[in-house]
């Protein structure tokens, strides 16, 4: 779902979690083999999981953003139903 405003990860998160309930997660920017990629995702990614399981969060269009974009960035809102 399209989103008119420009946000990040952790405010979108946070604004989900004001309407939807649910608890605030983080995946950290590291990998199993060390840091991924400082670059390409310094701090990680914000999203929310919901009461019945459902997680969603607030995304880039573009994965590939410099790091001074991804402070502020135009976005959508991705919703992922449990199997």
Known sequence: ???SSKSNCFFGALDIMR???GKLKWRPGWSRHG???FIGNPWG???VVLN???TAS???YDENLPVWRQLWFRGYLNWRTPL
């Open 35 to 37: 840091w991924s990629e």
């Open 52 to 54: 019945d399981g459902t």
């Open 19 to 21: 309407h939807r309930r």
């Open 58 to 60: 607030y995304s880039a």
């Open 1 to 3: 779902m399209k989103v």
């Open 45 to 47: 990614h914000f999203w």
